[in-house]
């Protein structure tokens, strides 16, 4: 017998965070990437302050979600006890100046809040990426390449869903929004790929086996379609809106899957191992 | 200093769970809720096949992710090395069970009897404290503070050992002060080969586990 190096019961996926969890990523990274794509690309033009309400209702349901999940609901306010070395608590004191910047540009209109609640939610989103990270007892949450991912996706699917909704909300998209979509898409690939590949070589097989077949809509949905959507756009003015606008929206499709696998579908421990067995007997 | 710490002596533990029902009894956990736990481990295929017995609970870590990531402070680590929990401080997010490598921490939500409805003992014993809050082995704490206090030393007194290592019948299971040369636990590991669970992750563990004679 080939003599093993590691013994041990096999991984199991984690059951301690279920879909409320997984809703908080999704949606606060959607949430945290429309409030950055109202403030930097669309203000002061008629209807942002609406997709920024709108990010910051994401935000919230994140969150909300996220609190139907706690044991202890109404002890939500200890959340904030640990800022010295928990991302959780992190994430909570930038979801504080999300809503505070947030809400006083929606109510007021004025360009530097918004900024701010921009720049806070760009650290909200950090924090997600972070908090799955410290997951140390998840093998595909705990390696580095998360956070790139996390931030790419959060800004694509808030990018696309602010171009999903320009032509209604906002009489259209500025040109170069399209542009930076575009960019947003390509550094997500590369991200995705860059975590598929640092993941796979610590998860189980089971949990690569899920974020496999995510990434397979993170490229068609998430990647070719929205370039081929922004080369459309470039090329056909006259359609630019709608293509635009659907490759926004398979972004965001294929964003919410990705996040979606990676907390419920790659969220396998590692088991335990020996790297001996117990000597018994005579030798 | 006092570093508590446990050994495993993987050739002495028969697998008899002894210690799980003893920790059980102790600490009056719910079905599904098993801080003590002995993985029973089969290897390689016939007839080469080995077999280990493997005590797993909370490692009480050097440096314990649970710790760093729960975000009310209810978990905390004390000078002499147990890693505790607030019961009246956790939210009850679950943060720490997935920081945790070693799946040592626990969340009931509702009270849960064997036989569905509750037995007398059950009924006192329901601590609704720790409903919806995240437990796990305290390595008997509360044993450990009662018996210092009454001048016994843990690991060799009882009445200050953790019930699970009190309960070993093939004395698998020993605690006391890592840091105390001539103490039990440090003798162990001096003549013994030994590992850690997950070493490779920094955290630290307060258990060790022997796998064979120093010399061998």
């Known amino acids: 017998m080939k003599p093993p190096t590691e013994f041990g019961p096999r991984p199991w996926q984690q059951t301690s965070w279920d879909a409320r969890a997984a809703t908080n990523f999704i949606l606060g990274g959607t949430g945290t990437g429309l409030l950055v794509a109202a403030a930097c690309f669309f203000a002061p033009q008629a209807g942002w302050r609406v997709l920024a309400a709108l990010g910051l209702v994401s935000v919230a349901g994140g969150l909300g979600a996220v609190w139907f999940e706690l044991g202890r609901p109404w002890r939500f306010a200890n959340v904030a006890l640990n800022p010295r070395t928990s991302w959780m608590t992190r994430e909570a004191y930038a979801s504080g100046f999300v809503f505070a910047f947030g809400a006083a540009a929606v109510a007021t209109g004025a360009a530097w809040p918004a900024w701010l ?13 972070r908090m799955l990270r410290a997951a140390k007892g998840i093998p595909a949450w705990r390696v580095r390449e998360l956070t790139p991912f996390i931030v790419t996706t959060g800004l694509a699917e808030g990018t696309g869903l602010a171009l999903a909704l320009a032509p209604a909300l906002a ?31 610590h998860a189980a097989p089971r949990a690569r086996a899920g974020l496999e077949a995510a990434g397979r809509h993170v490229v068609v949905l998430g990647t070719v379609i929205p370039v081929v959507a922004a080369a459309v756009a470039f090329a056909l003015p006259a359609v630019a809106a709608v293509a635009l606008a659907l490759g926004g929206l398979a972004a965001l499709a294929a964003g919410w899957r990705a996040k979606h696998a990676i907390v419920l579908r790659a969220g396998f421990n590692q088991g335990f191992a020996l790297p001996a067995l117990p000597v018994r007997g005579a030798r | 200093m006092t570093r508590w710490a446990m050994t495993v002596d993987l050739r002495r533990c028969v697998g008899c769970q002894t210690c799980t029902a003893a920790c059980r009894t102790a600490n009056a956990t719910p079905p599904g809720v098993q801080w003590r736990r002995v993985l029973d481990m089969e290897v390689g295929e016939y007839p080469e096949v080995r077999r280990a017995f493997v005590p797993v609970g909370c490692m009480h870590c050097d440096d314990p992710p649970c710790m760093h990531v729960c975000p009310s402070t209810a978990t905390r680590k004390r000078a002499d090395g147990i890693v505790t929990i607030d019961y009246d401080l956790c939210i009850g997010c679950a943060y720490c069970a997935l920081a945790c490598p070693y799946q040592a921490r626990y969340r009931a939500d509702e009270p849960r009897y064997a036989y569905g409805e509750p037995t007398p003992p059950e009924e006192a014993r329901l601590d609704r404290g720790r409903l919806g809050v995240a437990t796990k082995c305290t390595f008997c704490v509360e044993r450990i503070d009662a018996g210092l206090a009454a001048g016994k030393t843990p690991g060799v007194d009882p009445e200050a050992t953790p019930a699970c290592v009190n309960s070993c019948i093939s004395q698998a299971l020993q605690f006391g002060d890592l840091d105390d040369p001539q103490g039990k636990v440090a003798g162990l590991l001096a003549t013994h080969r030994h590992f850690r669970m997950h070493e490779e992750l920094g955290t630290g563990p307060g258990v060790y586990y022997l796998w064979d004679r120093a010399d061998g």
């Open chain 1, 171 to 201: 009489g259209g998209a500025p040109r170069w929004v399209g542009a930076f979509f575009l960019a947003v898409v390509v550094g997500r690939i590369g991200a995705w790929l860059a975590y598929l590949g640092a993941a796979s070589r």
């Open chain 1, 117 to 129: 609640a921009a720049l806070a939610a760009l650290a909200f989103v950090y924090c997600q990426s």
